[in-house]
């Protein structure tokens, strides 16, 4: 009796460390990877002598600095000259006069940054859109060779994609698709419907048949069967892939540096750049990476539900 | 309401035969039952009607028209899946209204026609609830009502009782009837519980490994089955077998330890012997009999008992009214209510042709 009681108690209290164990485990994780983001974070709002202080400061007068450098060009006047041109107009204006300087235009920056927007999120749609449709194929159709088919499109994935930069690089130059939006959205589709469409087809496998033959028989067209009943089941699914995509696409930043320049260059191979501008301006580096995770962080929340889901998929069916 | 006819239906996977050269005709209005054990083929052929499997050859005519070409949605068929089919991301309204919101059906009678079938089934309090929490008998309802709705000119049922636990299976058994009743479409109701077939059929059509072996009215599938899988496939608990030997026009067949007088045979009998097939309640235990044998157990079954007998031919299973007082291990005669037996040839199953004073009734 009282040996079953203590076995019982003995039980639960392992669980309750196991559980306590677990809660530290990640709670030192997510320090790990918060400490640099949160860093990040600081020293966009920091004044440049005081993101290089030593020793380095966590409490500091917050100061738009880097935000107003990672957006302008700005050159260095002698204080005669700033003295002509009257009183700044701006708050911006304000903010660089106090250091000697004139903007003189905008940055590149904001093109960088339309450029990574325009490149990550339609690679991430034909990558899902195309990876839906052939996972749709792949699940529900005789596909002749479907087995070696679908090993073919992981073994794309086998090796780093950036094995075969030279091959890229000179094929795009041929091409004329060096340095084009087309070309990364075309590229970065390429690496990526490989990975949507085993994950799709992942998840289309998990949706009976008998929901699109009832949808079949009731009159509905294949098509309309698979959007009226298999799209709204794989919301999460598409979800998850989207989310996977468009952060490999976001981050990207061999290909980019390769094969990108002038016009196309997406913000990765950009924001390093700054650096070089005008001395070490960390505030304007921080500036720009902060703006830069500013989408992923928006689209994991937004769809982070869809997403736990998802990933658990296959866990909570049956 | 239609007559679906089958002429010649065969389906074949790579090597393997679902189902070989069936030929039926499901009658206007029928509750039709297609029973068989597992894998017998009996969904591929409902699938086939539908227009979800495409045969390997063979026809299928709707109301005397050749469908076998046409689509799915073409055959105006509604179908009633193992499993439902529901859709979790619709309410239950929504799930029941799908197949008439594609149909250019006006948004008031598409409303009209699924709170009409909602009332009909009762589940009209639970229109704008998600599937998803549903018991398993609301579930049914669902799909049932789904398929009802677009006035289809026939119902295919896929087993829609495997799910549900035996007590509620009996209570959904009646409504489905009550239902087919009220709807009057000809309906083809898979099963392979022959409790549930024998109490909502029409007829019956018995299938095994892909063949059809025998199509009738409950009645005389249990009475008359054409082949010995048949009779012993119906019936519980089942039919009694003995082998035994006999001449063409013999009045007995002769088994180990005594003869069984048969009705009179109208076929050849091959050398192999013949097989007897006698049901439990056509036995009749007695101090004298036909058989002898030694009584092994007794179960009491309400109004019933069943006694199992071991004989010099077998173990032989008697059903006997409870007023009947016999000991484990008591020596009793057997006797056999001869118009009932069945006479089979051991090679092929097939029921021997013989005088039958008309269809003796279980
Ligand atoms: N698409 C298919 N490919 C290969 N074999 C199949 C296919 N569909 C069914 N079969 C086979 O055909 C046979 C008949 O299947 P079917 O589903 O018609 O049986 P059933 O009578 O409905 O059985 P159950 O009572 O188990 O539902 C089974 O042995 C099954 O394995
Ligand atoms: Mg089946």
Redesign the interface.
């Known amino acids: 009796m009282s040996a079953r009681a203590t076995t019982a108690h003995s039980v639960v209290e392992i669980k309750a460390a196991g559980k306590w164990f677990a809660g530290i485990l990640v709670a030192a994780y997510a320090l790990v990877a918060v400490i640099p983001l949160a860093w990040i974070l600081m020293t966009g709002f920091k004044s440049p002598p005081d993101s290089i202080s030593y020793p380095p400061k966590v409490v500091f007068e917050p100061s738009l600095e880097g935000y107003v450098n990672v957006f302008t060009n700005r050159s260095r006047q002698t204080p005669e000259y700033l003295e002509s041109l009257g009183p700044p107009k701006a708050w911006y204006d304000k903010i660089s006069r106090k250091r000697n300087m004139v903007i003189t235009g905008p940055s590149r920056f904001a093109g960088r940054y339309m450029n990574s927007v325009v490149i990550g999120f339609g690679s991430t749609f034909l990558a899902v859109f195309l990876g839906t449709l052939a996972a749709y194929g792949f699940s529900r159709f005789k596909v002749p060779l479907k087995d070696d088919l679908l090993f073919f499109i992981l073994s794309t994935r086998m090796m780093p994609p950036i094995a075969v930069a030279i091959p890229i690089f000179l094929m795009y130059r041929t091409l004329g698709l060096s340095d084009t939006i087309l070309g990364m959205i075309l590229l970065y589709t390429a690496v990526n419907v490989s990975l949507a469409v085993w994950l799709l087809k992942g998840f289309i496998d998990e949706i009976p048949r008998e929901y699109e033959e009832a949808a079949v028989v009731d009159g509905y067209t294949r098509l309309q069967a698979f959007i009226k009943v298999i799209l709204p089941q794989m919301r999460a699914g598409i979800a998850a892939t989207a989310i996977f995509c468009l952060i490999f696409a976001w981050n990207e930043y061999a290909f980019a540096l390769l094969l990108t320049s002038g016009n196309a260059q997406t913000a990765p191979p950009f924001i390093p750049i700054i650096i070089g501008e005008g001395g070490l301006d960390w505030p304007a580096v921080a500036a720009g990476t902060t703006l830069f995770l500013v989408p992923i962080v928006f689209f994991t929340v937004l769809l982070r539900n869809q997403l736990l889901r998802g990933i658990t998929f296959g866990a909570v069916r049956k | 309401m239609a007559e679906i006819r089958i002429e010649q239906l065969h389906k074949a996977f790579g090597d393997f035969v679902a189902v070989r050269d069936s030929s039926f005709t499901v009658r206007d209005g029928e509750f039709f039952v297609m029973l068989g054990p597992s894998g017998c083929g009996k969904t591929t052929t409902l699938r086939m009607i539908?227009?979800?499997e495409m045969p390997s050859s063979g026809r299928i005519f709707l109301d005397g028209e050749d469908v076998t070409h046409k689509?799915?949605?073409?055959?105006?068929?509604?179908?009633v899946?193992?499993?439902f089919?529901l859709?979790?991301?619709m309410t239950v309204g929504k799930n029941i209204s799908?197949?008439l919101r594609?149909?250019g059906v006006s948004r008031r009678e598409v409303r009209e026609r699924t709170q009409e079938v909602a009332r009909m089934l009762q589940i009209g309090h639970l229109l704008k609830r998600s599937v998803a929490g549903l018991s398993s008998g609301d579930r049914q309802r669902v799909a049932l009502g789904?398929a009802i709705v677009?006035r289809a000119k026939a119902f295919l049922l896929d087993e829609p009782l495997g799910a549900l636990d035996a007590e509620f299976r009996d209570l959904m058994c009646e409504e489905l009837r009550g239902l087919h009743d009220r709807v009057g479409a000809t309906s083809v109701y898979v099963t392979h519980d022959q409790v549930e077939a024998m109490t909502m059929a029409d007829r019956i059509c018995v299938m095994d490994k892909g063949e059809v072996l025998q199509i009738g009215p409950p009645s005389e599938i249990y009475a008359r089955p054409a082949t010995r899988f048949v009779a012993g496939f119906i019936g519980s608990p089942a039919m009694n077998f003995l082998t035994g030997e006999g001449g063409a026009g013999a009045s007995a067949i002769r088994v180990k330890g005594g003869a069984i007088p048969v009705p009179r045979l109208h076929e050849a009998l091959g050398s192999g012997g013949v097989i007897v097939g006698v049901r439990p309640e056509h036995i009749r235990i007695a101090g004298e009999g036909a058989m002898k044998g030694r009584v092994f157990a007794v179960e009491y079954m309400g109004a019933r008992q069943l006694i199992t007998v071991d004989t010099d031919a077998g173990r032989l299973r008697v059903r006997a009214p409870n007023t009947m007082r016999v000991e484990t291990g008591e020596a009793v005669g057997l006797n056999f209510d001869t118009e009932s037996l069945m006479v089979f040839d051991p090679q092929s199953g097939r029921a021997l042709a013989s005088d039958h004073a008309g269809a003796a009734h279980g």
């Open positions: 539908a227009g979800l689509r799915g949605g073409e055959r105006d068929i509604a179908f899946f193992q499993l089919a859709y979790p991301h799908f197949p594609m149909a789904r677009r």
